[in-house]
C-alpha cells in the first residue's frame, strides 16, 4: 500500500513565525503536491513538484514555499506565518505514469 | 464558476437506501477521481475512471465522457458511509494538475 504520512496532525503557531510542513511517501513516487483546504473553497493546489528539485506554483503560491531535496519528502514552508493561513494542509503524491494521487492524513494548522 | 460541478451539496439518507452523488464537468479530461474524506479525516482515493464503469464492493462509479458528467453509486448505504465525497478532475490541458468539486456532504442515519 502506498503510505504518504505528514509531520504533524495538528499545529498551533504564532503570526510571524516561520513554519515547515513536511511529507514523505515511501513508494517512490515523481510527482508530490501540496493543497489547502477550506469550508466552502474546497481543495486548492499550493505547489507542485514533478521531480527532485524541481517545483512548480500551483494556483495559490502567494506566501507558501517548497523544498524538494529527495525524492520521497516535500515541505511546505509559511515564511511569515499569517491568521489567513490556519487552514487544513494536505499533501499528495503519484507516480508519474499513473493519474491516481494518494492523500496524506492532513496537517491543521493554526496561526494565533 | 468552479469548472466541477457536485450535486446535491448535502444529502441524508437512511441505512439501506441507494445513495447517487453526481459530477458535471466543463473541460475535456484525461481522467476523473473520486474521493472521500470522514470528518477529521485524511483523502481516501476510491476510484479513478477515463471512461465506462467500475465497482469496489458496495461502491460504483460511472462516466459518460461525452456528457462530461460522473456518478458515484452507494448500495445498501451503512452509518460508516458518513463522509464528504469529493470529485476532481484531471485535464484541462494539465496531466498534473485536478480541480476538485466542492464535495457532497453524505450522513446516513441508522
Not at chain 1, 5 to 27: A, I
Request: with cysteine.
Amino acid at each position: 500500500d502506498v503510505k504518504v504520512t505528514q509531520s504533524s496532525r495538528y499545529l498551533v503557531k504564532r503570526t510571524g513565525e516561520k513554519v515547515f510542513l513536511e511529507c514523505v511517501q515511501d513508494m517512490d513516487h515523481e510527482n508530490m503536491f501540496w493543497y489547502r483546504q477550506d469550508p466552502g473553497l474546497g481543495l486548492r493546489l499550493i505547489y507542485f513538484s514533478y521531480d527532485v528539485k524541481m517545483k512548480e506554483k500551483g494556483d495559490i503560491p502567494e506566501g507558501y514555499s517548497v523544498s524538494r531535496e529527495k525524492k520521497e519528502r516535500f515541505s511546505l514552508i509559511l515564511e511569515s506565518a499569517s491568521t489567513n493561513q490556519t487552514s487544513m494542509y494536505l499533501c499528495a503524491s503519484r507516480h508519474q505514469s499513473s493519474y491516481e494521487q494518494y492523500f496524506g492524513p492532513g496537517t491543521r494548522l493554526t496561526v494565533t | 464558476k468552479n469548472e466541477v460541478e457536485q450535486s446535491p451539496q448535502n444529502l441524508t439518507a437512511q441505512e439501506g437506501e441507494f445513495i447517487t452523488i453526481n459530477c458535471s464537468y466543463s473541460v475535456g479530461i484525461s481522467a476523473l477521481h473520486w474521493l472521500q474524506q470522514h470528518p477529521g479525516g485524511g483523502i481516501v482515493s476510491l476510484f479513478m475512471l477515463s471512461s465506462g464503469k467500475k465497482k469496489h464492493g458496495r461502491l460504483i462509479a460511472t462516466i459518460n465522457i461525452q456528457e462530461k458528467h460522473s456518478s458515484l453509486h452507494i448500495t445498501a448505504s451503512h452509518p460508516r458511509d458518513s463522509a464528504v465525497y469529493i470529485c476532481a478532475v484531471l485535464g484541462g490541458g494539465s496531466n498534473y494538475k485536478l480541480t476538485f468539486g466542492k464535495g457532497t456532504l453524505l450522513t446516513v442515519n441508522p
